[in-house]
């Protein structure tokens, strides 16, 4: 029993470093592998040398039955790792067992283990491990004449390569309709060298095997051309032009399906790596709807360097943010699935730039129920709409119409303040910012009095302009003798190095 579980540790060991692709142990073994595969490559060519001392010959064959050997080890623990016979054959005998009332102990043993090594030889069929296969044959003597198929370890890189593999899984994905048309066009090249050899056989001198037509068909049709064989009678020239017409249409048909499948792959990749990128937030801030307002948002947020994630479902907008650097995705916010991918439940806050209300009022029940202290930010067109809006849940309802009509105004009656406060509020202006900086209970000033920050006058360049108190009452320009209580919030201008000193001594 105790010899059992060591062995399955050492399976589950093996399937970590062999095929986990999640696993760090997993990514310095194909790095390894990749560089036995360059070398043993390198030693197959410098074997190849004519003029090769003996003494340097005998040890690139020895080199060579290492690598070899090495291939060799690696194919039979990734064939031991592929499944679980034991487990395999239990439960296909006891759904056997369970079916069968009238059966013998051999139909029995048959029946389990042909189902049992189903998955082994499913694994065997796979296309790389075909390659494996074929390049460790040679290690046997009875296959030394096959070391040519020690090329193929080159294809080897593919599996050890996630870019490269990428490749290989886009030939995977339109195995079928690749595979019939690799069949049409090895019938079109057998039917046309057939044909030219019948018409051009007595008649062209170059034409005196079966195998001179497959090559001439073979060059012909993938338009290459080196004019060595040329046909000779008019019925030649007849399949020559019907062979290259239709071969080149199977070609380009078979040119279109591989290129689908690059851009389908490459969509997925990206979104895969935007996951990727969420993954690793926390207290991110989720920005729904990528329009003219959204845009600002996410402009002003990634000049502040805070992490966030767009999202939409015009795949255009999308695009361009991720072209700017963004993180961004593909997605409808009135679709559940949606927030898993968006990690809600690590979000700070939401901003929705949406103006369907409806489309809010989802947004904000749905992410009440995934993280109910999540900070709630909405657009909302009326006065009507922001009082709904609160009510379902909102922490801040903006509406765009109603500022920006303010600010018109204001910029027509005092366009000097409006633009002093549009200095402090616009990131990216050096000489002046707002912050709001939150007290902790952990802070060397909590418990303090205002003046306290002041003494060694290093923060003259900062004024508090306001201070939010735990009950949510708003003092404007607080006296120095104002106590910083655990959770009060202070609303601080200043020069942007000086608050990022502020912050730093206060937090």
């Not at 064939?79 to 056997?96: A, I, L």
Request: aromatic fraction near 14%.
């Amino acid at each position: 029993m105790e010899k059992c579980s060591k062995l399955k540790k050492l399976k589950t060991l093996l399937y970590h470093l062999l095929e986990d692709s999640n696993s760090h142990s997993h990514q310095w073994f194909n790095l390894g592998m990749m560089a036995v595969v360059m070398a043993s490559v390198v030693v197959l060519l410098l074997d190849t040398h004519p003029y090769l001392p003996f003494r340097e010959r005998f040890y690139f064959e020895i080199l060579e039955e290492f690598f070899t050997f090495l291939f060799f080890i690696e194919y039979v623990l990734r064939f031991w790792v592929s499944s679980d016979y034991s487990k395999d054959y239990s439960e296909s005998k006891r759904r056997y067992l369970r079916r069968t009332y009238h059966t013998t102990p051999f139909k029995t043993w048959r029946f389990a283990t042909a189902r049992a090594i189903a998955p082994k030889l499913s694994w065997m069929a796979r296309p790389l491990s075909i390659i494996d296969l074929l390049a460790i044959l040679p290690f046997f003597h009875m296959f030394r004449l096959l070391r040519v198929l020690q090329v193929l370890r080159l294809l080897k890189i593919f599996r050890y390569s996630k870019r490269l593999y990428f490749f290989s899984s886009i030939f995977h994905t339109r195995a079928y309709e690749l595979t019939s048309l690799f069949t049409l066009a090895v019938i079109n090249w057998g039917m046309v060298a057939v044909a030219f050899y019948v018409s051009e056989r007595g008649i062209n001198d170059k034409i005196t095997t079966i195998w001179d037509a497959v090559y001439w068909a073979i060059i012909t049709i993938a338009t290459i051309g080196y004019g060595d064989i040329t046909p000779k009678t008019p019925i030649g020239q007849g399949v020559a032009m019907f062979g290259t017409l239709w071969g080149m249409w199977v070609l380009v048909f078979m040119t279109s399906i591989i290129v689908s499948v690059f851009t389908e792959r490459i969509f997925y990749l990206t979104e895969h790596r935007m996951e990727r990128m969420i993954d690793s937030f926390n207290n991110h801030i989720i920005v729904c709807g990528l329009g003219s307002l959204g845009w600002e948002v996410c402009r002003n947020l990634w000049a502040e360097g805070v992490p966030f994630v767009g999202v939409d479902t015009r795949k255009n907008l999308v695009d361009e943010a991720q072209r700017l650097g963004w993180v961004a995705l593909v997605g409808d916010v009135s679709e559940e699935e949606i927030w898993a991918r968006l990690r809600v439940t690590y979000a700070h806050c939401v901003i929705s730039s949406i103006v369907d209300e409806s489309v809010n009022v989802y947004v904000i029940l749905m992410v009440r129920e995934l993280q109910p202290e999540c900070f709630i930010v909405t657009c909302g067109a009326t006065t009507i709409s922001e009082k709904r809006l609160k009510r379902v849940g909102a922490d801040r309802v903006v509406s765009p119409f109603q500022i920006g009509g303010a600010q018109m105004a204001n910029l027509a009656l005092r366009p000097t303040a409006i633009q002093f406060f549009d200095m402090a509020l616009r990131r990216g202006h050096l000489e002046l910012e707002m912050d709001e900086i939150t007290i902790f209970a952990n802070s060397i000033f909590a418990g303090k009095e205002l003046r306290d920050i002041y003494i060694t006058r290093e923060f003259d360049g900062v004024i508090v302009v306001g201070c939010v108190f735990k009950d949510g009452k708003l003092v404007f320009k607080p006296t120095s003798d104002t106590l910083l209580e655990p959770g009060n919030v202070l609303i601080c201008l200043g020069h942007s190095d000086d608050l990022i000193k502020f912050r730093r001594i206060l937090i």
